[in-house]
């Protein structure tokens, strides 16, 4: 049986330790799919303690736009996280937010069309002041639809407030 289920909230709001505790929860073998592209060392070492922090129990498969090349029918997966993720689409198709949204609204439906237990986590950028920046604008302007688009088709959604979990849907 399919189920989606969507934690958001904001940075270090306690997100992927939730998801990661939630997968875990749900499977002794669940997969870790990491859709973030290595910028810089210092991202790299953000990257590097969500490695750490998982065990040997975890199948990791990083992937930066394709997530329906995989078949996990039957799987628990965390997908962390969908802000990397429009991030990728964003920049590959020139901060255009209408073929972003288009695309990731069909890849999000092929890969979620498996019966599988699918966790994303989000961010909820949104949230914070108004960038003087016109690009961050615009995507924050696209990560807020896209979020309210995978809300709507997710069965549970969880908002993460200072390592506290609750619940919307």
Known sequence: MKKIILITG??????????????????????YLATARVWDDEFRQRVQKHQDRRGPE????????????????????????ITMWCNNFFF?????????????????LA???SDATYIFVTNEIGMGG??????????TDLQGWFNQFAASQAHEVIFMVSGIPMKIK
């Open 130 to 139: 108004t960038s003087v920046n016109e690009v961050q604008r615009h995507f």
């Open 58 to 81: 975890w199948t990791n498969i990083e992937e930066e736009k394709a997530l329906s090349k995989h078949n996990l029918t039957g799987r628990v997966v965390l997908i962390d996280c």
């Open 111 to 113: 890969f979620t069309r």
């Open 10 to 31: 904001g940075a270090r709001s306690g997100k992927s330790s939730y998801a990661e505790q939630l997968a875990l929860s749900l499977s002794p073998n669940p997969v």
């Open 92 to 108: 590959d198709l020139n901060n255009d937010i209408d073929a972003t949204l288009e695309a990731m609204k069909k890849e999000f």
